[in-house]
């Protein structure tokens, strides 16, 4: 008993020291668990839409909510990235400036990202036409707005090493809005605009959680203010353009797809894209989520660079594997929830989907390595290509092959990705070989 008992206590010690020093696995998995939380009650969410709601309805509705999430990554203007960089060796004056930045950037570009969309977006299609209503228009520019200053506040989170932050505002975000759309239900309420609602009111409500209480918990002296904010940006410019630029290229796929689907086929067969990839998001963003935090770890510079890129493929890998047998296995099962039609038509993208976040893996933990070796510009070029590559694929392909050549143009590009990956690393192995010193010389 008391050698069972000694055994139980030095795991635990294990566990808890493991816990405290490997920020990569711990920071990465709170971001994980957040993801895997808000992936479950966003199944919940649509899966309750997709019971009371035309699947026309569904498809329109999750084409809008893309294309604000898409703006949302255009008004973050690199702001995040380059936060990440910059926060883990900031003084205290450096650190309040740059959260400031990113807060007063989150509203300024959100808001103009929004405008933008509620114009633009009615007119791509007749599916859409539903945007213009002023209700919308509304929800619109502020859902992305808050969406913008959301996603920023969770890069401050990952650069402090507090991911647990992220998984609370994620949980509470996927709780609300889920109880506010059952409510609305309960109360009678059937109108599709109402989806947009829930989700627009449930990230205001969490975000300003998020203001008012989880960013004093960080422990440094900060205070919401505009001094030094302009200096910090003009400072920062060139490297917060690339950092967009990169951050742009990798999700206009997921982002615009969706926009995509609803303009060249219908509001059903985006409805069955958007559910597939709603699935298999939780293996997209478990590469993004360690890649983002390796980041930030290696912006410590306590470990090498080859040290901390190895341990983030095994924590890839191991994290990877039992969610995407779990897809294979019982995702045609799990689709069945959402109803008969997306079993249908819904699981062959699941499965090019679990394909696709095997060179998704791959590429962004080379977007990371690109960053910190001062390469920028090839991240961006590499990100950009791949989704003009995915998206342009896309409307070709989907003219013969209907949704699924969305799948398979997102496929292809990222293997195009994989290529470059490739052929970048051997050039670069080649140039060191070159310029090493030979053998006994100088």
């Known amino acids: 008993m008391a050698e069972g008992t000694r055994t139980v206590r030095t795991l635990t010690d294990m566990v808890t020291r493991s816990y405290r020093t490997n920020h990569l696995m711990r ?14 009650l966003g199944l919940i969410f649509w899966a309750e839409a997709a019971h009371l709601f035309a699947a026309s309805t569904v498809g329109s509705v999750s084409a809008l909510i893309a294309a604000m999430t898409f703006a949302s990554t255009v008004a973050l203007m690199g702001l995040g990235t380059t936060a990440v960089q910059v926060l883990p060796k900031a003084d205290d004056e450096l650190w ?13 570009f959100g808001l103009l990202a929004g405008v933008i969309t509620a114009v633009v977006v009615p007119h791509i299609s007749p599916n859409l036409s539903f945007a213009a209503h002023p209700t919308m228009v509304l929800a619109v520019v502020v859902g992305t707005m808050v969406l913008t200053v959301a996603t920023l506040l969770d890069y401050v989170f990952t650069a402090e090493r507090a991911t647990h932050f992220v998984t609370i505002r994620g949980a509470s975000f996927g709780v609300i809005k889920v109880v506010f759309l059952t409510l609305l239900l309960v109360a009678g309420v059937r ?7 829930a989700w627009v009111i449930s990230s205001a ?18 205070r919401y203010r505009a001094k030094g904010v302009v200096t910090y940006v003009r400072r920062w410019f060139g490297i917060l353009m690339l950092h967009h630029m990169t951050a742009l290229g990798s999700v206009m796929i997921p982002t615009l797809m969706p926009v995509l689907v609803v303009t060249r086929l219908s509001s059903v067969a985006s409805a069955h894209f958007y559910v597939a990839w709603l699935l298999s998001s939780i ?3 478990v590469s993004s989520a360690v890649a983002g935090n390796l980041l930030a770890e290696l912006s410590y510079g306590d470990e090498s660079m080859a040290t901390k890129i190895r341990r983030a493929a095994r924590l890839i890998a191991a994290l990877l594997l039992p969610p995407a ?24 993208l699941l499965l090019l989907f679990v394909v696709v976040a095997i060179p998704d893996a791959v590429i962004n933990v080379y977007v990371t390595v ?10 961006a070029a590499m990100n950009i290509g791949i989704a003009v590559i995915a998206l342009g694929g896309a ?26 990956v490739a052929v970048d690393t051997r050039m670069i192995r080649h140039r060191t070989v070159m310029t090493s010193p030979a053998d006994g010389g100088l």
């Open 27 to 40: 920071n990465s998995g709170w971001v994980i668990v957040a993801t895997g939380i808000n992936g479950v």
């Open 283 to 285: 293996l997209l963003t």
């Open 191 to 197: 109108s599709g605009v109402w989806i947009v609602g």
């Open 96 to 108: 309040s400036t740059a959260v400031n930045a990113v807060l007063i950037g989150g509203v300024v």
């Open 325 to 348: 047998l779990v897809l294979v296995l019982l995702g045609r099962e799990i689709l069945r929830v959402f109803g008969s039609g997306y079993a249908a038509h819904s699981y062959g």
């Open 395 to 420: 409307w070709a392909l989907m003219g013969v092959l209907g949704v699924a050549g969305a799948a398979w143009a997102w496929a292809l590009a990222q293997g195009v990705g994989c290529i470059y």
């Open 370 to 379: 690109l960053r910190v070796r001062g390469e920028p510009h090839k991240a």
């Open 205 to 222: 409500l969490t975000t300003g959680g998020t203001l008012l209480w989880q960013v004093r918990r960080l422990g440094r002296p900060h």
